[in-house]
């Protein structure tokens, strides 16, 4: 698996399934992101990005387009 190709599909399901994701959900999704990226020798600049991008995805409203 890409990991672009995992995002966008996560992306899409966060759209299809937008009250599935509370607030406190999606803090807990970063923070857990953010710790299984710092696992291995911490974050590295592709994670860094995703983990930006996730939290970019997060703070829009859901009907925005977005472009990634």
């Known amino acids: 698996y ?25 803090k807990h ?4 992101a953010s710790a ?3 696992a ?7 994670e860094l990005i995703f983990l930006a991008k996730l939290d970019i995805e997060f703070k ?3 009907t925005d387009k977005i472009e990634l």
């Open 60 to 62: 829009r409203n859901d």
């Open 2 to 26: 890409k990991a672009e190709d995992c995002f966008n599909d996560f992306i899409a399901y966060k759209k299809k399934k937008p009250k599935l994701f509370t607030e406190k959900i999606k």
């Open 29 to 32: 999704i970063l923070k857990t």
């Open 36 to 38: 299984i990226a710092g």
């Open 40 to 46: 291995f020798s911490g974050v590295n600049k592709s």
